[in-house]
């Protein structure tokens, strides 16, 4: 798929998951695109679980009431930054921005090879979801579970989220109050 | 360009650029790839200066001794979120991660359309250099330069940095040392 069409493409999907299962091929695919995304001091510092294990993904499935893509979901990617991340320049860190590209990347590769996802983050915070979904996938206590991409092939229309304008959030040379 | 291709294609590029103006009808593309990044809350907390006028660009382009992209840039985006982010769930805010995503989106971009550019994140939260930026920006004192891409046609081969391969980053189901 054409790279604008995927950015055009791609929104958080919430919905229902038909039966397919998603390929190790393709899944492969996904985290090949999230490594090669760039990291402060090319230090590559996310780690994926690539989760298609139907005992374990039907462990995860149980854990979230609310949100249907992760109750349904055919395969997930688990993506995985350390608990207490090193200063690497001037006292600061840069994982969360390292695995926040990465997931950019899978995002449009998911929505490129016909599947649908949702950026789950917040919810992994909360009530030890990580530290759960962590045990299930054994993650080292020194690292966390940070974000989660529930995979499926789409079983429904979802509304794509409103974006507002350029004018709003984009500016020539100067900012403007917009 | 093909998805897959432009983030393969993708790297940090830290060399000259040509004389070359970047339209801004590219710019605005860039951008816009931006503001259909993913968001925590759909949120849409990011804002974006784009630069393009001769005498600010003069300006910030004497200002990164050791960036030559920074330094002979035809264009920059600058990439602003809030000085203190609003909790927006259970404690906590998502406007790096929201930032991050929008510039992966941007990066790609650049790339598809034959430009080159580099994440500047760490320089900019040193000596002063958001708030130097800012200020010919005329960014409020409630926000803050975050990340800032300079933007030209590449002059030069500039070597795309080495990743870490699958093996090393990833697994099926459950995490090892790899």
Same mark, same amino acid.
């Given at each position: 798929?054409?790279? /604008?069409?995927?950015?055009?493409?791609?929104?958080?999907?919430?919905?229902?998951?038909? &039966?397919?299962?998603?390929?190790?091929?393709?899944?492969?695919?996904?985290?090949?695109?999230?490594?090669? #995304?760039?990291?402060?001091?090319?230090?590559?510092?996310?780690?994926? $679980?690539?989760?298609? &294990?139907? +005992?374990?993904?039907? #462990?995860?499935?149980?854990?979230?009431?609310?949100?249907?893509?992760?109750?349904?979901?055919?395969?997930?990617? +688990?993506?995985?930054?350390? +608990?207490?991340? %090193?200063?690497? !320049?001037?006292?600061?860190? /840069?994982?969360?921005?390292?695995?926040?590209?990465?997931?950019?990347?899978?995002?449009?590769? $998911?929505?490129?090879? *016909? !599947?649908?996802?949702?950026?789950?983050?917040?919810?992994?915070?909360?009530?030890?979801? #990580?530290?759960?979904?962590? *045990?299930?996938? +054994?993650?080292?206590?020194?690292?966390?579970?940070?974000? $989660?991409?529930?995979?499926?092939?789409?079983? %429904?229309?979802?509304?794509?989220?409103?974006?507002?304008?350029?004018?709003?959030? #984009? !500016?020539?040379?100067? !900012?403007?109050?917009?």
């Amino acid at each position: 798929m054409e790279l /604008f069409e995927a950015i055009g493409r791609r929104h958080s999907y919430r919905g229902g998951f038909t &039966d397919s299962a998603v390929g190790r091929g393709d899944l492969q695919a996904i985290v090949e695109a999230g490594l090669k #995304a760039p990291s402060g001091k090319n230090e590559q510092t996310t780690r994926f $679980v690539i989760v298609d &294990d139907e +005992a374990v993904l039907a #462990a995860i499935r149980a854990m979230h009431p609310s949100n249907k893509a992760m109750q349904q979901c055919r395969a997930m990617i +688990a993506c995985i930054v350390d +608990a207490e991340p %090193e200063a690497i !320049y001037e006292g600061y860190s /840069f994982q969360v921005e390292d695995c926040a590209a990465a997931v950019e990347n899978m995002l449009l590769a $998911v929505t490129a090879l *016909g !599947y649908a996802t949702v950026w789950v983050d917040g919810w992994l915070r909360v009530k030890g979801n #990580a530290a759960a979904i962590g *045990g299930l996938l +054994a993650v080292p206590k020194a690292k966390v579970i940070r974000i $989660v991409l529930p995979i499926g092939v789409p079983a %429904e229309k979802y509304p794509q989220p409103k974006k507002k304008p350029f004018t709003e959030r #984009a !500016y020539f040379n100067k !900012y403007s109050a917009g």
